[in-house]
């Protein structure tokens, strides 16, 4: 009985270790930082901090250059431009507070003059504060290089008075207004270690759009990625009520907030490769990612090398070859290459040329050709066929009538041929002259029935 409690015991506790464990194995640093909000054990939180070295990354953010923070799937980076403006300014702060998520900002100078509170707020919370120019103007891209080093310069000095001086607060992060890039204000940025910002993602939420359509776009467009930038505002109403359920919704759906921060001498930069810099990153089959990067080549002199003579091309004969250069060489005799012959095509072969006589038709040919013969005439070729001898005086009669009416006698039947028209083969007279034409007559049966009434009775 004890034996038996002692096993049921031991079963239990292998059981309760590897649930343990397994749950150990299974959290995710989120939960953990989760349980380390005050207040919400269940907040977003901020998942990792990552740290950029401007000067090897000058430009970031898809919407506009080909580089973008270095994010794995499914982090956001959170940011906050045209700030402080108390009245939502600090609605935000207190939502990023209860979620414990954490953004970078980009401040206008102005703003920043007149709400110098605001920015010392935005430090205090732990938040990373940039730049955003001095009065925001949308014409940057147009500007010329003095005016530009004017509203970076003075938007810089008016965040830092707020900050007291203090450069060490303020991040070498830079926003061009309305995302107006150009060259002169990127070189110019550059040149000064600043990093120039765009975004991956915006919501819109600078037009007027209801809170419920900044919360869709957010979501639409962070879902098409999966990870990078997202763009929003810190002094717009419709920014304040869509933010909860922008964050809710990315917990939910398994995202995970970065907080960015500049390298400083005793912060350096987070390791990274190459190719992490990129939104959709090459694979890893391609050369040329992995390549180092080489310095643009500088050339110091143009000048032009001097002509190779003989004598540099082998020094054993050195001499031979230059009294060869002196001496005069006849000029090439061009090889007279046989040409081809085309070959003559064979005549071809002609037919013998007819003798004229196959085509001569005789003369005194006369052809009468009968197209239809009356009844009276089928009966009186039948009368003649059974009697003999009883046709010639008919024959007569209308041989004698064909010389009275000529022009009729081509539509007559000839003496001899009656009796014959039936099995026996007709006879055909030839014509007058060999180039008498042949006229084929047809007549209709009233035709004939009139010709036979106007013949003279037998």
Known sequence: MIADVLVMIRKRSRTVIGAALLGCCFMTPQAGLAADCPGNPNAL??????????????????????????????????????????????????????????????????????????????????????????????????????RVRQEVDDGIASTLAALNGDKSKLAPFFRIPGLMRAEIPEAYLASQGIQVWSADFPADDWRHISPQRVYDLAIQRIEAKHKGILLLHDIQPRTVAALPRILNTLKERGYRIVHVVPATPDRPATPTEPQQWFMRPPTETVAITRWPKIPNFVFTATRTLPAPVFADMDWRDGDVLDHAQRARVGASVRTLWPQAQLAQPASPSTLPIPAADVFRIPEALDVTLLAARSAAERRLAQRAAAVPGAGAPRAQAISARQARHPKQAAHQIPAAAHGRLHGAPLHIAPPAASNASVHVARRTPRAEASAASKREPE
């Open 45 to 146: 939180g901020t998942s990792r901090t990552i740290v950029v070295d401007p000067t090897e990354h000058p430009r970031i953010g898809t919407m506009q250059y080909p580089e973008t923070l270095p994010l794995a799937d499914h982090e956001v980076v959170l940011t906050f431009d045209d700030g402080p403006l108390p009245k939502y300014s600090n609605q935000v702060l207190a939502i990023l507070a209860s979620q414990c998520v954490k953004a970078t900002f980009f401040t206008i100078g102005s703003q920043a003059r007149f709400n110098p509170e605001g920015v010392r707020r935005l430090i205090a919370a732990g938040h990373t504060v940039g730049t955003h120019s001095q009065n925001h103007p949308l014409t940057m891209n147009k500007m010329p290089l003095e």
